[in-house]
């Protein structure tokens, strides 16, 4: 599990000479690995990396079920019902999105932080949506990974999952 910061792209390589997830990585472990999902360039938080291929689709196939949290500061203060739109899902690209959790964390000023939960990762998907509402991501990180959370985890910082880590999300 690795906390993305921001500024780093969720690649293995990059033609423009970005930082990858895998430059903030030992080299020693860099070998194979490559991320599980993506984080976008501006956004920060929860990723996984690892070296197997049927493990990394069984983690983003949407068929699996696994949830993906984030905290997400947007502009303004969006209405009940474009909150309750987002629970039930918005059409992108001429299909539904998959029904997501939203809870409101708190207000203050001209911004709102939300806690989104979603079962699949359509690009920029909260971002997309969050703008369609009239509503633009200020601040976006990931805080889990189906039952996998960052739990204090620097920035930039790495840690193995325990075995049992694992086990909860392959099964």
Request: net charge positive; glycine share 6%.
């Amino acid at each position: 599990l690795l906390n993305k910061p921001y500024g780093v792209i969720s690649s293995c390589q990059d033609n423009h000479g970005r930082k990858t997830v895998l430059s903030l990585i030992p080299s020693h472990l860099r070998i194979g690995m490559h991320p599980v999902g993506r984080l976008d360039f501006d956004s920060r938080g929860a990723i996984l990396l690892t070296n197997n291929g049927d493990l990394t689709l069984r983690l983003t196939h949407p068929k699996y079920s696994h949830s993906k949290t984030y905290l997400v500061c947007v502009s303004g203060q969006p209405s009940q019902s474009k909150l309750d739109n987002w629970r039930k899902g918005i059409l992108l690209n001429d299909s539904m999105s998959m029904p997501a959790r939203i809870e409101v964390l708190d207000k203050v000023n001209s911004k709102t932080l939300i806690k989104v939960s979603i079962k699949e990762g359509r690009n920029l998907q909260i971002r997309r949506i969050a703008t369609l509402f009239g509503h633009p991501v200020q601040a976006l990180q990931r805080i889990s990974f189906s039952n996998i959370n960052l739990n204090g985890l620097q920035i930039a910082k790495l840690r193995e999952l325990k075995n049992k880590e694992w086990i909860s999300i392959i099964h």
